[in-house]
T-cell receptor, first 112, second 112 residues
């Protein structure tokens, strides 16, 4: 069936280090992927997206990598800051209803 | 910029009571969604509306009904609340299905 999962449910990093959050997806027909950030008590917030015709996309301090061969998605955060502490979700399109399918999330904790 | 606005933010219901969660967006988006978020389960789609005048079931529609009142508003109704519906509910909107979705701040619902 369709599923989006995460390799690491929790990640603790030192302030200033780079963070890498991983995500596996199973629907090879998915053609659009999004990373969301969710802070405690708030709704998910868009970070960056990538379409299946790309391997890499960069934003401000964030990079998303897509490996379609192994159906793997990653989010890289450069120079991680305390404000980056949150739960990060990957999401893919290609659900049977045409909707976004979300992974279970990875909690990122940044130590000062 | 208001974006997606949900009301109420918190609600406690007794089993069997009914209530309607309200959602409005001011981004002129065609598509709107209702998700529920439970610990360890990520976000799961309840219902969505690809455009004004249409609604479709998502992954977990049982116990819920929706109304796309107009392009701006999409409400979620619980006719007879059950403890299993205790969750955080998020409304979202996007320009079209399979694109970036913008989320509201959520409604934390407890059914006792």
């Amino acid at each position: 069936g369709e599923s989006v999962g995460l390799h690491l449910p929790t990640l603790s990093v030192q302030e200033g280090d780079n963070s890498i959050i991983n995500c596996a997806y199973s629907n090879s027909a998915s053609d659009y992927f999004i990373w969301y950030k969710q802070e405690s008590g708030k709704g998910p917030q868009f970070i960056i997206d990538i379409r299946s015709n790309m391997d890499k996309r960069q934003g401000q301090r964030v990079t998303v990598l897509l490996n379609k061969t192994v159906k793997h998605l990653s989010l890289q955060i450069a120079a991680t800051q305390p404000g980056d502490s949150a739960v990060y979700f990957c999401a893919e399109t290609g659900g049977s209803q045409g909707n976004l399918i979300f992974g279970k999330g990875t909690k990122l904790s940044v130590k000062p | 910029n208001a974006g997606v606005t949900q009301t109420p933010k918190f609600q406690v219901l007794k089993t069997g009571q009914s209530m309607t969660l309200q959602c409005a967006q001011d981004m002129n988006h065609n598509s709107m969604y209702w998700y529920r978020q439970d610990p360890g389960m990520g976000l799961r789609l309840i219902y969505y509306s690809a455009s004004e005048g249409t609604t479709d079931k998502g992954e977990v529609p049982n116990g819920y009904n929706v109304s796309r009142l107009n392009k701006r508003e999409f409400s979620l109704r619980l006719e007879s609340a059950a403890p299993s519906q205790t969750s955080v509910y998020f409304c979202a909107s996007s320009g079209q299905v399979n694109t970036e979705a913008f989320f509201g701040q959520g409604t934390r619902l407890t059914v006792v």
